[in-house]
């Protein structure tokens, strides 16, 4: 599987958005962009996937580039429920198996 | 809906002794995973569950750990006998099927060998 590359952490402060990299240089046209967050002492959850266009739901916005060899995850008012890991992960639409190869994200920290 | 259910959420056992975890994914997923997560680290894939069939077990240690999903709903991960590096979170997920669906994860098992 085609790797990601995240910061270790990020910061942000409550209420502004938030703007979290991944990086995917060797991505093939058949991987998905998937985003999870773990939250401390949980399991991690689902936020947002895409393949080529931005996508948006009730949770966040995802930016994908032209030539997809990167993406953003937006927050768009960060909250201090939204402290958490972040997973950028690529799962391929031909994967049978559909597993996901977990990094080891981005840690995003929110102050009050 | 109900989600992911596993038990116990927490385990203490001697190193070289058994334990066993226990899933029930959400009613109708027909796809189980579980994963270990060790301290600091993402989870990893250790099995990957089609109904009762193993779909993928590339990554499970099999000479001490096994799983099974017997009628394909519920599933049970043994490790016989526990080393000190199996010390981890084991999270135990679920999804409808095999295709770029969704996958939902339980709370975890926080599992501690001394």
């Known amino acids: 599987d085609a790797k990601t590359t995240q910061p270790n952490s990020m910061e942000s402060n409550e209420e502004e958005p938030v703007h979290l990299p991944c990086n995917h240089s060797?991505?093939?046209?058949?991987?998905?962009i998937h985003w999870y967050r773990q939250l401390p002492s949980q399991g991690p959850e689902y936020v947002i996937h895409g393949l080529t266009s931005n996508v948006n739901n009730r949770m966040a916005s995802l930016a994908i580039a032209e030539d997809r060899k990167s993406s953003t995850l937006i927050l768009h008012r960060a909250t201090l429920r939204d402290a958490a890991v972040y997973y950028c992960i690529l799962r391929d639409e031909g994967n049978a198996g559909n597993m996901l190869t977990f990094g080891g994200g981005t840690r995003l920290m929110v102050k009050p | 809906e109900a989600g992911v259910a596993q038990s116990p959420r927490y385990k203490i056992i001697e190193k070289r002794q058994s334990v066993a975890f226990w899933c029930n994914p959400i009613s109708g997923h027909a796809t189980l995973y579980w994963y270990q997560q060790i301290l600091g680290q993402g989870p990893k894939l250790l099995i990957q569950f089609q109904n009762n069939g193993v779909v993928d077990d590339s990554q499970l240690p099999k000479d001490r750990f096994s799983a099974e999903r017997l009628k394909g709903v519920d599933s049970t991960l043994k490790i016989q006998p526990a080393k000190l590096e199996d010390s981890a979170v084991y999270l135990c997920?679920?999804?409808?099927?095999?295709?770029?669906?969704?996958?939902?994860f339980g709370p975890g098992t926080r599992l501690t060998v001394t």
């Open positions: 997920a679920s999804s409808i099927g095999q295709g770029v669906f969704e996958q939902y």
């Open positions: 060797t991505i093939s046209g058949t991987d998905y």
